[in-house]
């Protein structure tokens, strides 16, 4: 692994080329990105960036995105990584092919307004498409302190579909779940995962769905959102 610090403008490490990267056991440290994989302008080309692992790297005060792939991403894999203090622990926007996994991370003290997850599945050309590009994300905590902070946060107008969650834990003084959208797109599930607020007087409630809010977890899965059917609500005590 490699020590990396102090380059606020740039990117540690910038997987931009071939396939089979590998970013292992790595401690990056106030960069502006902490691990990119991915070529803008090839959103859509196959050659780049499949079969990439990111794991056992330690991510500390990134001004963005700790980990950022973007277009074909086929197989790509970041796991059993501990990221704290930065705006965003995951940036997957876009994912034009997939699958992409996030699985078995820790992410504490997050401050950006997506909360633990900056998602898109539509491509920077053509807002109003939906691409074929699967997320799973699984086993992870996510946690922060911040007192303006969701945990996740689902933007009205900002398309979020073939995306799963499942055993996840969402914990923040503000909502755990925000989606302040009307219409949810086909295939966003979510199960099986812990949902927890500090409560503040901004949000005395745990989650907001298609700009309702409810105060409980019950609550919520009885108004037919069709999400977290086998969810908890508990402080996680960790």
Not at 94 to 100: C, D, M, Q, R, V
Request: proline share 6%.
């Amino acid at each position: 692994g490699i020590r990396a610090f102090l380059r606020p403008f740039d990117g540690a490490i910038d997987f931009s080329a071939g396939w089979g990267n590998i970013a292992r056991y790595n401690v990056i440290k106030c960069f502006f990105n902490g691990i990119g994989a991915g070529i803008w302008d090839k959103l859509y080309d196959e050659a780049y960036n499949g079969d990439v692992d990111a794991y056992g790297n330690d991510i500390e005060d990134t001004n963005d995105d700790s980990w950022e792939p973007e277009g074909t991403c086929m197989n790509t894999r970041f796991f059993k990584n501990r990221i704290s203090k930065v705006f965003h622990p995951i940036s997957l926007a876009p994912i034009t092919i997939g699958p992409s996994y996030v699985i078995y991370n820790t992410f504490d003290g997050f401050s950006g307004g997506s909360g633990a997850y900056k998602l898109n599945v539509a491509p920077p050309d053509d807002p109003n498409k939906v691409l074929d590009g699967y997320i799973y994300i699984y086993h992870n905590t996510a946690y922060t302190e911040n007192p303006d902070n969701n945990a996740f946060s689902i933007y009205e107008g900002v398309p979020y579909s073939r995306i799963k969650f499942r055993n996840n834990v969402f914990r923040a003084p503000r909502y755990a779940i925000e989606n302040t959208g009307t219409v949810l797109p086909a295939d966003f599930d979510m199960d099986y995962d812990l949902l927890y607020h500090t409560t503040s007087a901004s949000a005395p409630n745990l989650i907001k769905w298609k700009d309702v809010r409810y105060a409980t977890l019950a609550d919520w899965q009885k108004s037919g959102a069709g999400q977290e059917a086998h969810g908890m609500s508990a402080e996680p005590l960790f």
